[in-house]
């Protein structure tokens, strides 16, 4: 089993900064994509940005230039910059890993984190 722990969040005004992070812990091998998507009120749960574990990204294209999405291989965390932040960007943020544990490979959810950014 693995465990997705997510921390940072909260409450900003617009223009200003967050960050969030997710440790995975557990029966881990190898982690392959690690990312955060969000879900707000009434909306579909999209896709924020992932990395890969040999770094490369990808990014929404309404957080271009704004978030950034980094790794720690060796502490299975990833972690999410945001800044330049605008009342859009409130949401439940989730971490989500592509986890390889042995011959399995599973995809987990942390428990969310709530980011508002007030106007």
């Known amino acids: 089993q693995v465990q997705l722990v997510e921390s940072g969040g909260g409450l900003v005004q617009a223009g200003g900064s967050l960050g969030l992070s997710c440790a995975a812990s557990?029966?881990?091998?190898?982690?392959?994509?690690m990312g955060w998507y969000r879900q707000a009120p009434g909306k579909q749960r999209e896709l924020v940005a992932h990395?890969?574990?040999?770094?490369?990204?990808k990014y929404a294209d309404s957080v271009k230039g704004r978030f950034t999405i980094s790794r720690d291989n060796a502490k299975n965390t990833v972690y999410l910059q945001m800044n330049s932040l605008k009342p859009d960007d409130t949401a439940v943020y989730y971490c989500?890993?592509?986890?390889?544990?042995?011959?399995?490979?599973?995809?987990?959810w942390g428990q969310g984190t709530q980011v508002t950014v007030s106007s």
């Open positions: 990395i890969t574990s040999g770094g490369s990204t």
């Open positions: 557990g029966s881990i091998v190898s982690i392959n994509f």
């Open positions: 989500n890993a592509l986890v390889h544990s042995g011959l399995l490979v599973n995809d987990y």
